[in-house]
């Protein structure tokens, strides 16, 4: 199982639709400071529900979605296409496609989670996923800054990583 | 429950030994602070980079803290790979060989799972299989480039 | 007083304008969240570096974070040099341009200061008046191995 | 005024005296990753007694004295010589001497500071430091990772920090 396809809508500076085309080996992300590098992973976060909205750099989640000078859509959309070849995600089908879709509204927002265009919980997503060992803490990701996080955890909490992988 | 944490324990240290002298030429161990019953201490990491003295892991350089998390994240990576890698900017603080080595590293780990990994300098951008090009137009609108193939 | 601090807040703001304008390109300015009693309130710093609309502080990337940071720093150095300025790898997480920028703006700003920079980038290296070199022995023992002079 | 030269004792990684010279103008230290450069950054924090050992890295103070396989000195000194031509630092002196120097004991340490190799506590250090507008928090100092610091310290700390320049 891998990464082929990421599509963003209108996720933070991805303001016009952007499809990112991913192999199953050593891809380098790279261009000036301020691009949308970082924002990028927080997609990857943002979709999987692998992080708060504070990893995402974001307030609230609705500062997530693009909002330039007057350019101000209601939502943002951010879906990941899975090759499933070798059948690691627990579903029978060569594609698992996971989006998840933010909406805002007068009284605040919707946020809902889809597993091949249909909807589910979070919950029900981290179960499929963990059984790919996708795990909710994530530390198959680091973002930027925190590469030294697994030395400034407590001892307690880097056992607990190996915990997980038993 | 402790047999399955030992057995995967075992493991990931010996892969964890492995993976920290390829990246530091010094030696490194996984301890756990109670070994007749893990669930109740933590884990810590016996950092010695190119045979220098132990010292407590806060003392260590930026550089070797770097080296040091990524032996560890690799081991299991080499234990039980997830299905993909994600690092932002994880050379920050390595100087040109350590920069080197680490994408040695990554490029040889990538053979067991899928790794994307953000980054400015040139010895990962050269190492990867291809390169993605992001950049900020007028609005504000971050778009791709294209892709650079090595 | 008020006065004393408005003075010396309305001084290092308009340093500050026109350092981030140096080292980004764009427009930033310090807000102060209680014009009326400052004491009151904080300090807030408005960045729209390249000209981009302006966004929470947070949502910066860390190369732009980094540019705020050192604009703020270098204003207050322009107002009122303290007599020396010591910096641990501010460059890290600057691109090839800004790197360069930001080694310039310091070269510059060394007239009215002492700058003390460890850095492992070019720009920074190359910019400096001198580069003191430092190894690691066997025993574990740091020396300095010279200093080479640009 | 500005650092003259900088002599180091048996501080952290430094187990052999090393002087190392400064001039009045724009100087970079650069080496291979743990070589001893942000340790002589914790030297300078230490001896003006500008942070806690928390921030040179050491959960106590002794950690500050070289120790490597058996050489184990019970003391580390650090001293820094300014040069005061222009009488910033307020003492009728051409050159200033600040030296601190940490002694291990049977029952802990002693920590201990000298102006011109007279005893001074550091609330009388500090009286002197910022008259010549080194203040204790440092902001004139950036350790390693810390850059961005400043934009994430909250808004009233931001303020205070024009407050001490006033
Ligand atoms: N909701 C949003 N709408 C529009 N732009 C946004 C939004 N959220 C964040 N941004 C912009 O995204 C930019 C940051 O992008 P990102 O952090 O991905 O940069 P980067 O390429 O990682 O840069 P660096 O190399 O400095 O780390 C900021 O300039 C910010 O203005
Ligand atoms: N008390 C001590 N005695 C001996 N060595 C010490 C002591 N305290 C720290 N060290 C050593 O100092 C080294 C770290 O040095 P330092 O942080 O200055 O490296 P650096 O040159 O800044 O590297 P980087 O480029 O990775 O930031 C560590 O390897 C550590 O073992
Ligand atoms: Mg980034
Ligand atoms: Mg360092």
């Known amino acids: ?166 | 429950k402790k047999d399955t944490f030992m057995e995967n324990f075992l493991a990931i240290n010996a892969h964890f030994k492995d993976m920290f002298t390829r990246l530091s030429d010094g030696e490194g161990e996984l301890i756990l602070e109670n070994w007749e019953d893990p669930f109740a201490g933590g884990l810590t990491i016996k950092a010695e980079p190119s045979g220098k003295a132990i010292h407590h892991m806060e003392a260590l350089s930026g550089g070797e803290k770097s080296l040091t998390a990524l032996a560890f994240i690799l081991a299991i990576q080499k234990h039980r790979p997830s299905p993909f890698y994600v690092f932002d900017e994880i050379d920050m603080y390595l100087d040109g060989s350590n920069a080197e080595r680490v994408a040695k590293v990554i490029k040889d780990a990538s053979k067991d799972g899928q790794f994307i990994v953000v980054s400015l300098r040139k010895p990962m951008i050269e190492s990867a299989d291809r390169t993605i090009g992001v950049t900020m137009q007028e609005d504000n609108v971050s778009s791709v480039t294209g892709v650079m193939l090595n």
């Open chain 1, 1 to 166: 199982m891998h990464i082929k396809e990421i599509d963003l809508r209108n996720f933070k500076s991805f303001g016009k639709r952007v499809k990112i085309s991913f192999f199953d080996d050593f891809t380098t992300i790279s261009g000036p400071n301020g691009s949308g590098k970082s924002n990028i992973i927080d997609a990857i976060l943002f979709v999987l529900g692998l992080s708060s909205s504070k990893m995402m750099r974001a307030e609230r989640l609705t500062d997530l979605i693009y909002n330039v000078n007057g350019k101000n859509p209601d939502h943002a959309e951010v879906t990941i296409n899975f090759d499933n070849a070798d059948r690691e995600f627990p579903l029978d089908q060569d594609v698992v496609k996971v989006k998840r879709r933010i909406q805002r509204t007068e009284a605040g927002y919707y946020s809902n989670y889809y597993l091949n265009d249909r909807p589910c919980s979070l919950s029900e997503l981290r179960t499929y996923l963990s059984k790919s060992k996708i795990f909710p803490e994530g530390y198959n990701v680091v973002v930027q800054g925190d590469i030294t996080k697994t030395i400034s955890m407590s001892p307690i909490e880097r056992r607990k990583v190996i915990d997980e992988i038993a």
